[in-house]
């Protein structure tokens, strides 16, 4: 079973908004109305060092040593080109600075074992969230619209709130926050991560696949199928056992040894091939056998 945070999601967010704000005094919340709209949790205007600092240099690589006059240092506006439901919000609720990273925050589940789904990846225990998909689309055209702004997503890497009070104390928060782009999450629904520094992978939520109608499957295989008698099903069915089990594989071979056995314990007139019922009775003893080898069933439907 995934573990849960023991902590909201927005105590996270006002320990990560107040320790960015102690760099810069523009730091900005939407309303809940407003978030729908705008997609972000956050946003703020940081100096190119600082963000580097806040998000790491390997989310923000361009921002290292950037120039006085890299766009990122001017940021950008709130506008309707990046952001195309502007039009829903008074004009009242929309930020008039410029800014240069835009957060969404994410509580994870801690995940582990052979039965977690991206187990196969990370092959030890890790941090998952799911995006909302149009909040996604959003933060995604904010982080694609060019290099005067971050879309980022920012979750932590623990769970417990004995670390989460430890980082309010110490004031050591953005040293367990994880962020990363939002452009390297779009098109996929969930996004996977070890520790607030390392690499993370983005996975597609797996296809639905709708259940079979087995009454169904049956009778468009009886309708698609050969018209046989009982006897012709047995035969056919013991012909293809015959010609799976002519291998080297030792349950194979065992199988064989068996039938070739019960051939030369068969009385001589069971043998006559003009024999219905002798050919008949032959047929289902090699699929009683099969059947006992591998633990299955043969059904035959007509």
């Known amino acids: 079973m995934p573990s849960k945070c023991q902590f909201e999601e927005d105590a996270f967010q006002q320990l990560v908004d107040g320790a960015i704000g102690r760099l810069t005094n523009i730091v900005t919340t939407p309303g809940r109305v407003a978030e729908n709209a705008l997609g972000y949790d956050a946003a703020c205007l940081l100096t190119a060092d600082d963000l580097v600092a806040v998000v790491g240099p390997h989310v923000a690589p361009h921002a290292v040593g950037a120039a006085p006059t890299h766009p990122l240092h001017l940021g950008i506006t709130v506008n309707a080109t990046v952001w195309t439901n502007l ?65 980022c997503y920012c979750s932590p890497d623990f769970l417990d709130a004995a670390t989460l009070w430890s980082c309010t104390t110490k ?28 690499p993370g992978k983005a996975f597609s939520e797996p296809e639905i696949i709708p259940r079979e109608d087995f009454p169904a499957m049956l009778e468009q295989a009886i309708a698609a199928g050969p018209k046989l008698t009982f006897e012709e099903a047995a035969l056919r069915a013991t012909k293809t056992i015959r010609n799976a089990i002519e291998d080297v594989l030792p349950r194979r071979s065992a199988l064989a040894s068996l039938l070739r056995q019960l051939d030369a314990a068969r009385p001589a007139d069971e043998t006559d091939a003009n024999g219905r019922r002798a050919r008949l009775l032959a047929a289902l003893e090699v699929i009683q056998a099969f059947e006992v080898f591998y633990r299955t069933r043969v059904i035959t439907v007509g």
């Not at 969230?129 to 694609?144: F, H, N, R, S, T």
């Not at 367990?176 to 390392?198: I, K």
Request: with cysteine; charged share 10%; proline share 8%.
């Open 87 to 151: 039009a829903a919000l008074p004009a009242a609720k929309i930020p008039p600075f410029r800014l240069n990273l835009f957060v969404q925050y994410k509580s994870p589940v801690g995940l582990s074992g052979g039965k977690a789904a991206q187990w196969p990846h990370w092959q030890a225990p890790y941090f998952r969230y799911e995006m909302e998909p149009k909040q996604l689309a959003v933060m995604a055209a904010i982080d694609g619209s060019g290099s005067g702004a971050l879309g």
């Open 171 to 198: 004031a050591t928060i953005l040293d367990h926050a994880h962020f990363v782009r939002a452009q390297q999450l779009a098109s996929h629904g969930c996004y996977t991560y070890q520790s607030a520094n390392g």
